[in-house]
Nanobody
């Protein structure tokens, strides 16, 4: 059974940092990618970062580039998202998702939620001004 579980969401002040974690199990990681998405109330789900294991490819949306960093252990059992210099506009529910079948994270122009196969339930991040 595929399981994705996010943790680490919290309330922080603007300029602060959080580290989200995604515990992933139940699927073959060698050809998989893990993505992080977020959805604020009334807005579309936004793909912000992903990591593909077989080529160590990464993707960052412009909205988080330079502030967020994705990383994982060698087995991709845990994929973290380090978020620095958080701003009120980063307030959202954050989800991790997995794509199987040699999903390429490098070279993406946009991380589309439709390309993901499995989803976690999300963790809430709130940034106060």
């Amino acid at each position: 059974e595929v399981q994705l579980a996010e943790s680490g969401g919290d309330l922080v002040q603007a300029g602060g940092s959080l580290r989200l974690s995604c515990a992933a199990s139940g699927f073959t990681k060698d050809d998989a990618a893990i993505g992080w998405f977020r959805q604020a109330p009334g807005k579309e789900r936004e793909g912000i970062s992903c990591l593909s294991k077989y080529d160590d490819g990464t993707f960052y949306a412009d909205s988080v580039k330079g502030r967020f960093t994705i990383s994982s252990d060698n087995a991709m059992n845990n994929v973290d998202l380090q978020m620095n210099n958080l701003q009120p506009e980063d307030t959202a529910a954050y989800y991790c998702a997995a794509a199987v079948g040699y999903f390429h994270c490098s070279g993406l122009e946009k991380l589309d939620y439709l390309g993901m196969d499995y989803w976690g339930k999300g963790t809430l991040v709130a940034v106060s001004s």
